[in-house]
């Protein structure tokens, strides 16, 4: 995890949710709050906003701070294997750094406010699951097994549009409740009559993160058998126009820049759901 230092003159930006902390330290839970960087309204004072009541310490308690959220990320243009293979291992490290950045979001949102609500539970349930496609993505890519890991990306999607749903109903306790209970979210109606099918999820999130929809319609390709799996298990050759098919349980001429897209998206995901359960930490910090 990258730490920035106040003192060297790196400041996050005002109100970006970020991880504080005297000094590095890779034990989040223990070692570092949860906030943000505000300013006093009457004298412009820097200080992070960590708590209930809206806690503010001062900015020099706390002299590192590491992002929350990744900044967004490209792949380099390049087609040399070598330099592929070192930004997809240093996106994998980004990737597995949001275990503990849940599990950080998790134990700040229990604890947060005067109580416990469903939608604590509810998203308790969303970050579990992230994790364990995280690992299982992570794990199946370190094992040339990309047409499995490409498949782990629709379901985590799928845990974003469903945490996002929450936020789209009138009463989000009530709806946690009832999905707890085994409540189907496609046969249930957001505040405005529709029902919350995942076409209509995927559409009301692309308001805000238009990738979304072209991420939603690829990685169906890979839900369902497709082209996809065909392409990767027969290919011509451009000399003398022969068809070659691998049949076996490891990638068949899967590119680095394949993988790098994958892991892109798992990050990205990560940053939605991190930044919307955020926003219910401030909401109950501030609301309790």
Known sequence: MKWYNIDEGHFPELDEPVLLAKEPTSDLIKQTRLGRLVLEDNTAEKGWFVDNDLY?????????????????????????????????????????????KFQKLAACMITSGKGTYAL?????????????????????????????????VR???DNYLRLSAAWLVNEPHTFATEVWKG????????????????????????VD???????YDGTSGFI????????????????????????GKIDNKVSHRSRIEATIAMIEISNCIAKMVYGWIETKRIKG
């Open 155 to 157: 379901p985590h999607l």
């Open 209 to 215: 993160h238009p990738w979304i929809s072209d991420l």
């Open 120 to 152: 604590d539970y509810y998203i308790s349930g969303v970050l579990n699951r992230s994790l364990s496609l995280i690992f299982g993505f992570e794990t199946l890519i370190a094992t040339s097994n990309y047409l499995s890991a490409a498949h782990l």
């Open 183 to 206: 409540g189907i979210i496609r046969k249930m109606k957001d505040r405005n009559g529709k029902l919350m099918t995942d076409a209509y999820l995927k559409e009301m999130a692309a």
């Open 56 to 100: 503010v310490i001062s900015i020099s308690s706390r002299n590192y701070w590491a992002r929350l959220i990744e900044k967004p990320i490209g792949i380099p243009d390049t087609e040399k294997q070598e330099i592929l293979s070192g930004f997809l291992n240093t996106y994998m490290e980004t990737l597995k750094e949001y275990e503990k």
């Open 224 to 247: 369902h058998f497709s082209d996809k799996h065909i392409a990767n298990a027969t290919s011509v050759s451009q000399e003398d126009s022969t068809l070659t098919t691998f049949i």
